[in-house]
């Protein structure tokens, strides 16, 4: 089972000193995030994708082609990639590039963000959210399926004898999740495609996702992937860790209060009882992640958010040192619960150029 974590990318004041960090440090804070996380072995490091303040990482591909020279195992992705907003023939350039650059080791999670404000930044129409979402995935991915491709659709002008480059590393197109928070239709896609569907749950209680992902599962089985506890499912959650649960609480409570995502709401208890979000020792985090497994079914992709609302990087560096102590016991709990013909794992390069 993987294991990783994800960045939002926001330039938020620390609560406790109201340090703001300036952009070049948080895009710089990042990417020692993503280098530390391999250190202490971790499988996942995935970025955002945002175009407004207080986040910074608008340019995913970026982030991770400077990432995939300063690691070696790491898997690089997004956790979200727009497909609304971005050009299919783009995307489906840009991650073919970073693939090259990293052997293989990228794969991409599409979804249509949080911040309705970007369609019109980029001449798209918000009522236009869920067939853009349909539309532009199908064409990305003949781009990547098809050396030469003729296309005409509703949303951006025909393509005609178009190949895009360069071509997929191996033949082999970037593994896609899809990420979604509300909408069965997203569900609906990632089932069609075989693809894999990403359950971003650090928002809302544990029941609305169960829905969700089981609807996938039986779109999955529906559409000949596989039967339905073999659908590759991954999950997000946040959490914040201290030896003692009483230092970890009083620790994060200023910045839970402030949080661009979520503060300003309920209680960090309130919250933390309904959703995944998990505050206290190492070991509360390892019995409330595994819950996660009875509540979903088995599944192969777990991200934590550990670097939001103002934390200060060196603290972030310690909640990873923690995750990656505690990541071995996740794995080793996870996998011994699993039936053997469910994978562990999400689809790798090597296994799908092995595949093919």
Same mark, same amino acid.
């Given at each position: 089972m993987?294991i990783?974590v994800f960045?939002?990318?926001?330039?938020?004041p620390d @609560?406790?000193?109201g340090?703001v960090p300036?952009e070049a440090?948080r895009?710089k804070?990042?990417m020692?995030?993503?280098?530390?996380?391999?250190?202490v072995?971790?499988?996942?490091?995935a970025t955002?994708e945002h175009?407004?303040?207080?986040?910074?990482?608008?340019?995913?591909?970026?982030?991770l082609?400077?990432l995939?020279?300063r690691?070696?195992?790491?898997?690089?992705?997004?956790s979200t990639?727009?497909?609304?907003?971005?050009?299919p023939?783009?995307?489906?350039?840009?991650y073919?590039m !970073?693939q090259h !650059?990293?052997?293989g080791?990228?794969?991409?999670?599409?979804g249509?963000?949080?911040?309705a404000?970007?369609y019109?930044w980029f001449?798209?129409n918000?009522?236009?959210?869920?067939?853009?979402?349909?539309?532009?995935?199908?064409?990305l991915r003949?781009l990547?399926?098809?050396e030469?491709v003729?296309?005409?659709?509703r949303f951006r002008?025909p393509l005609?004898?178009f190949?895009?480059?360069p071509?997929p590393?191996d033949g082999?197109?970037?593994?896609v999740w #899809?990420g979604?928070?509300?909408s @069965?239709e997203?569900?609906?896609i990632?089932?069609?495609?075989?693809d894999?569907?990403?359950?971003n749950?650090?928002?809302?209680?544990?029941?609305h996702?169960?829905?969700?992902?089981?609807?996938?599962?039986?779109r999955?089985? #529906?559409y000949?992937h596989?039967t339905? *506890?073999?659908?590759?499912v991954?999950?997000?959650?946040?959490v914040?860790?201290?030896?003692?649960?009483?230092d970890?609480?009083?620790?994060?409570?200023?910045y839970f *209060?402030?949080?661009?995502?979520?503060?300003?709401?309920?209680?960090?208890?309130?919250f933390?009882?309904?959703?995944?979000?998990?505050?206290?020792s190492?070991q509360?985090?390892?019995?409330?992640?595994?819950?996660?497994?009875e509540?979903f079914?088995d599944y192969?992709?777990q991200l934590f !958010?550990v670097?939001h609302?103002?934390l200060p990087?060196?603290?972030?560096?310690?909640?990873? *040192?923690?995750?990656?102590e505690i990541?071995?016991?996740?794995?080793?709990?996870?996998?011994s619960r699993?039936?053997? #013909?469910v994978?562990?794992d @999400?689809?790798?390069h090597?296994?799908?150029?092995?595949?093919g």
């Amino acid at each position: 089972m993987q294991i990783g974590v994800f960045t939002v990318g926001d330039v938020t004041p620390d @609560p406790t000193n109201g340090r703001v960090p300036t952009e070049a440090e948080r895009i710089k804070a990042m990417m020692t995030i993503a280098q530390h996380a391999e250190a202490v072995g971790l499988d996942v490091f995935a970025t955002g994708e945002h175009h407004n303040p207080p986040f910074v990482p608008s340019s995913p591909t970026t982030m991770l082609g400077y990432l995939a020279a300063r690691t070696e195992r790491l898997i690089l992705s997004t956790s979200t990639t727009l497909i609304t907003t971005n050009d299919p023939v783009k995307i489906a350039e840009d991650y073919a590039m !970073l693939q090259h !650059l990293a052997d293989g080791r990228v794969d991409l999670m599409l979804g249509r963000g949080n911040t309705a404000p970007v369609y019109p930044w980029f001449g798209k129409n918000l009522e236009d959210a869920l067939p853009l979402t349909v539309e532009n995935y199908r064409l990305l991915r003949q781009l990547w399926d098809n050396e030469v491709v003729d296309w005409e659709g509703r949303f951006r002008t025909p393509l005609h004898r178009f190949t895009s480059t360069p071509r997929p590393l191996d033949g082999v197109p970037p593994f896609v999740w #899809h990420g979604s928070i509300r909408s @069965p239709e997203v569900a609906e896609i990632a089932a069609h495609f075989g693809d894999g569907f990403f359950a971003n749950n650090i928002f809302w209680p544990k029941e609305h996702f169960i829905r969700l992902i089981n609807l996938y599962r039986e779109r999955y089985e #529906h559409y000949g992937h596989g039967t339905a *506890d073999q659908a590759i499912v991954g999950l997000g959650g946040h959490v914040f860790m201290r030896p003692r649960s009483q230092d970890a609480i009083r620790e994060f409570r200023p910045y839970f *209060d402030v949080a661009p995502v979520y503060g300003n709401g309920p209680s960090l208890e309130e919250f933390a009882a309904r959703t995944p979000l998990t505050v206290g020792s190492p070991q509360e985090v390892v019995d409330k992640t595994l819950t996660f497994q009875e509540f979903f079914g088995d599944y192969q992709r777990q991200l934590f !958010l550990v670097d939001h609302a103002g934390l200060p990087l060196k603290t972030v560096l310690e909640q990873l *040192d923690m995750l990656g102590e505690i990541a071995p016991e996740i794995r080793k709990e996870m996998d011994s619960r699993r039936p053997a #013909h469910v994978p562990s794992d @999400p689809p790798s390069h090597e296994s799908r150029r092995k595949d093919g």
